[in-house]
């Protein structure tokens, strides 16, 4: 394993590595100029090599003059570490003004600096008035209020009256946004997950939430509405009502939130789709093009090579192809340089495909890389429908031989995929060999339609059906 002090490095972008040697310079900070050498060295030959030196090459690059001191070394190495962890944590706050600021108005009640606590009151006040309204702005403002209870009990006279409203009333926020937010996601993750956690008062806080007090509180309104949605999907109406406070009301939220937020409405679309409910794919393509809208969002989250090929799939099979185009040139950036080109080249490829060009698909799918298995068996298989489209059936039988030789021995292939695949496969070639004969045609309809279980059944449903009503 890793020691952890590399770990943390290769964690460290350029503009982090700058600021923590000004910060290592700082007295404030370090006054062991020893530590600063050694960060020195390393962060020097962290950028200039790609292997991690040995500890006593590192000792020796510190003290030229010294007999390697394990024990010195490692006293040396955690003390850089946990100046690394303050600097990181510190870089945190910088960039969460609402933990800043809570911070600040607890270090100034402490010293109780009265007329600063109370400017900086105000500063927490708008903070959270003006911030994300997710279910931690009630923690916050709790917290908030607990204090000014401390400073209420410190500073009242005689006449003042202390207030527990405000603790209580935030609390309560918290506790029912946040229980419902985690119970979605404990409901959402048993689609994946074997475990069945018992989510204990989570009908007690359903029905809180749905009391009047709380109907204003978009982390406890959303929150119930995705456990609507989790708990009752063939009640669509969960469904749209979500979508509504997901487009109202979502950009209240962080965007990491808000990518979760899109996530379920996708998950509940993909799960209706599945099903047999295909107007969802319609509904799914319009949650995608509303989330590609968010340039924030996108700049933040970006995309996976797995999603920009699903919205170009579905944006294909109903028929936007110009728009789909468009999609695949303009967002392409938003995928990490490493799958970048990969993606536009198999989606471009895709696109010709369903355009009617399969030769030129079938040229640009030589481009493709197999760094992926996905990539493998999406190509093959699309490979397969292209000499098929183009009536190649010598090249087809060849490939489909090498396809089914490719599925037995790869043993990254899970049985599904093999099944389904394998499926294709077989279908596709006894299609070809049925020729024009009624019977055989209707036969083989019959079966397609009582399995089911093949990659891309649509479009060999489709082709059956049409021979066989020729």
């Known amino acids: 394993m890793k020691p952890k002090i590399r770990q943390i ?31 020195k060295f390393i962060s020097q030959r962290s950028r200039t090599e790609n292997e991690w ?36 944590v510190l870089t945190h706050l910088f960039h969460q003004p609402r933990e800043w600021l809570r911070h600040k108005q607890k270090a100034l009640l402490e010293r109780q600096t009265r007329k600063a606590y109370e400017y900086q009151k105000g500063e927490l006040e708008a903070s959270l008035r003006e911030g994300p309204q997710d279910a931690m702005v009630h923690f916050f ?64 806080a359903k029905q809180a939430a749905q009391r009047q007090e709380f109907s204003g509180i978009p982390a406890i309104q959303i929150y119930l509405s995705v456990l609507n949605t989790l708990t009752d999907d063939s009640n669509h109406s969960y469904f749209r009502e979500l979508k509504e406070l997901v487009i109202e009301k979502g950009s209240l939220f962080p965007l990491s939130e808000q990518n979760e937020l899109f996530q379920y409405l996708k998950n509940y679309c993909v799960k209706q789709i599945n099903t047999g409910r295909q107007d969802f794919m319609k509904e799914l393509f319009g949650i995608y093009k509303i989330n590609l809208e968010n340039k924030r969002l996108m700049r933040l989250e970006g995309l996976s090579p797995w999603e920009y090929k699903n919205i170009v799939t579905i944006g294909l099979r109903l028929g936007e192809a110009v728009w789909v185009k468009n999609f695949i040139r303009d967002y392409n950036t938003y995928i990490t340089p490493e799958h970048r080109k990969n993606a536009e080249i198999y989606n471009t490829a895709n696109w010709y495909f369903h355009k009617g060009d399969f030769k030129m698909a079938l040229k640009m799918f030589m481009e493709v890389e197999f760094t992926d298995l996905y990539y493998q068996l999406d190509v093959r298989a699309l490979q397969l429908k292209a000499y098929y489209e183009l009536g190649d ?23 599904y995929q093999r099944k389904i695949y394998r499926n294709l496969i077989r279908f596709t070639t ?20 009582s399995v089911k279980q093949i990659a891309d059944y649509r479009w060999l449903e489709e082709k059956v059906r049409i021979m066989a009503e020729a």
């Open 9 to 39: 490095f290769e964690k460290l972008d350029g503009h982090d590595i700058n600021r923590l040697e000004k910060y290592l310079e700082s007295p404030f900070f370090n006054e062991n100029q020893d530590v600063l050498a050694l960060y």
């Open 53 to 88: 030196p040995e500890n006593a090459e590192i000792y020796s690059g510190i003290f030229p003059d010294k007999k390697y001191d394990d024990k010195h070394y490692r006293y040396l190495v955690s003390f850089l570490t946990r100046h690394i962890e303050n600097y990181l």
């Open 141 to 204: 403002r709790h917290e908030m209020e607990l204090r000014q209870l401390e400073y209420d009990a410190v500073h009242q006279t005689r006449k003042s009256v202390i207030s527990f409203a405000g603790v209580m009333d935030e609390l309560d926020r918290f506790y029912i946004s946040k229980k419902l937010q985690v119970a979605c996601e404990i409901l959402n993750a048993r689609n994946v997950q074997a475990e069945n956690y018992v989510i204990h008062f989570l009908e007690e």
């Open 393 to 415: 059936e010598e090249t087809l039988f060849y490939h489909g031989s090498a396809f089914r030789t490719f599925l037995s021995r790869n043993r990254l292939v899970s049985d």
């Open 430 to 449: 006894r299609l070809v060999r049925c020729g024009t004969q009624p019977g055989k045609l209707s036969a083989l309809l019959k079966e397609v339609r």
